[in-house]
């Protein structure tokens, strides 16, 4: 898994250091009628990934944590599952120790008729 991290991440990395060879021409970028900016159109392409990737994780963080938070609550119930499982073991292994009585025939019961 770690390869295919760091493979995504290289060619990531790549598609970067590309798009910043081809795209170093200055671009005006216009937020509103007064408010502009003189960049490189790289440095643009940059900022609008890095606040895509910060949105997905703003949007997936509330998920995260309900995830994580299901999962501690899991581990403490199945910490206390195997502790009675401990213990209906202990009760198991020493009723155990005790001789079996044989049941008693029942002969009070009526002959099975179809």
Known sequence: MKIITWTVRIIVL???VW???QNNQI??????????FSLPL????????ALGVLLGVLILLPKHWSLK?????LR?????NKLALAQQERQLGSA???PIQAAEPMTDLP???M
């Open 76 to 80: 403490k119930e199945n910490e206390q």
């Open 69 to 73: 938070w299901e999962a501690r609550k």
């Open 19 to 21: 798009l910043a060879l």
């Open 42 to 49: 790289i440095v643009l392409l940059f900022a609008f990934f």
């Open 27 to 36: 671009v005006v970028f216009s937020l509103m009628d007064g408010l502009q």
């Open 96 to 98: 155990s120790s005790q």
């Open 14 to 16: 790549l598609i970067l």
């Open 111 to 113: 002959p099975f008729t």
